[in-house]
Nanobody, 116 residues
């Protein structure tokens, strides 16, 4: 059974940092592109960042320069280091596996709240 489990969310002040982690199980982690997708209150899903299966990173414009995605295939872990956080980064952050042309598995999400 494929599972994705996020952790690391919480409450942080503007300008602060958080590190999110996603651990995968039930599949060969290194074979897949893995992404972070977020959903802010009252809004739709928004792509944040992707680590291709060759570990090449990709970022949305609104997080470029502030967030860093990385992966450890041996530990089946995807990480998102978030810095210089803004109130508009407040959202539930999901880890998702990408296959062919869609995200086929999602984690349960972890809440990130940026507030003074």
């Amino acid at each position: 059974e494929v599972q994705l489990m996020e952790s690391g969310g919480g409450l942080v002040q503007p300008g602060g940092s958080l590190r999110l982690s996603c651990v995968g199980s039930g599949f060969t982690f290194g074979d897949y592109d893995m992404s972070w997708v977020r959903q802010a209150p009252g809004k739709g899903l928004e792509w944040v960042s992707t680590s291709n299966n060759d570990s090449s990173p990709h970022y949305s414009d609104f997080v470029k320069g502030r967030f860093t995605i990385s992966r450890d295939n041996a530990k089946k872990t995807l990480t998102l280091q978030m810095s210089s956080l803004k109130s508009e980064d407040t959202a539930v952050y999901y880890c998702a596996r990408f296959w062919t042309d869609e995200y086929d598995y999602w984690g349960q999400g972890t809440q990130v709240t940026v507030s003074a």
